[in-house]
């Protein structure tokens, strides 16, 4: 007996998907921030790395987009596409995350944790090169992404 699975169709139109992935993407950013510190330092530890959290919510936000249009184009070509997008995406929130960890390491003592506090407190000195790596993963994943299109598409329209 086969089963048919029901793909789910995305809610949003892809543009509107990729925009509210963008945002909610920054709004951990600010959140992450604002529970280690508080509102005021967020808002400056953004400003300072504005472009770098810019760069990296509009690449997820173009991924989702993109995953959404190959939803509508393909079921078949969403499982990949699916994959690419998770990996790139948690490892653009690791990113960020990471970047700010290292405010983390006063609270580490009080949760029981003091002996990962000298680590998380290492990590601040790479806040670039963790942006670098989530913008790199995000490069490779709308070159995934834009590569399964044309390939739907090709498969579409008839082509070898």
Same mark, same amino acid.
Not at 81 to 90: D, E, P
Not at 111 to 123: D, K, N
């Given at each position: ?56 919510? @509009?690449?997820?936000? *173009?991924?989702? $987009?993109?995953?959404?249009? %190959?939803?509508?184009?393909?079921? /078949?070509? =969403?499982? !990949? ?54 913008? @790199?993963?995000?490069? *490779?994943?709308? $070159?995934?992404?834009?590569? %399964?299109?044309?390939?739907?598409? /090709?498969? =579409?329209? !008839?082509?070898?």
């Amino acid at each position: 007996m086969t089963e048919k699975r029901r793909i789910l169709k995305p809610a949003f139109g892809p543009p509107l998907s990729g925009l509210l992935a963008a945002a909610i993407m920054i709004a951990f950013y600010l959140g992450l921030i604002t529970l280690t510190s508080d509102w005021f330092y967020a808002w400056a530890q953004f400003s300072d790395y504005r472009w770098w959290i810019a760069s990296l919510a @509009a690449g997820f936000g *173009l991924q989702v $987009g993109l995953f959404s249009h %190959l939803r509508r184009l393909s079921a /078949a070509g =969403a499982k !990949g596409a699916r994959s690419a997008v998770t990996a790139s995406g948690t490892l653009s929130t690791v990113a960020m995350a990471l970047c700010c960890s290292h405010y983390l390491a006063t609270f580490l003592p009080i949760i029981g944790l003091p002996f990962l506090s000298a680590a998380v407190a290492g990590l601040g000195q790479y806040q670039v090169e963790f942006f670098m790596l989530g913008l @790199a993963s995000n490069l *490779l994943g709308i $070159g995934y992404m834009l590569r %399964l299109i044309s390939a739907r598409r /090709a498969v =579409a329209a !008839g082509e070898p």
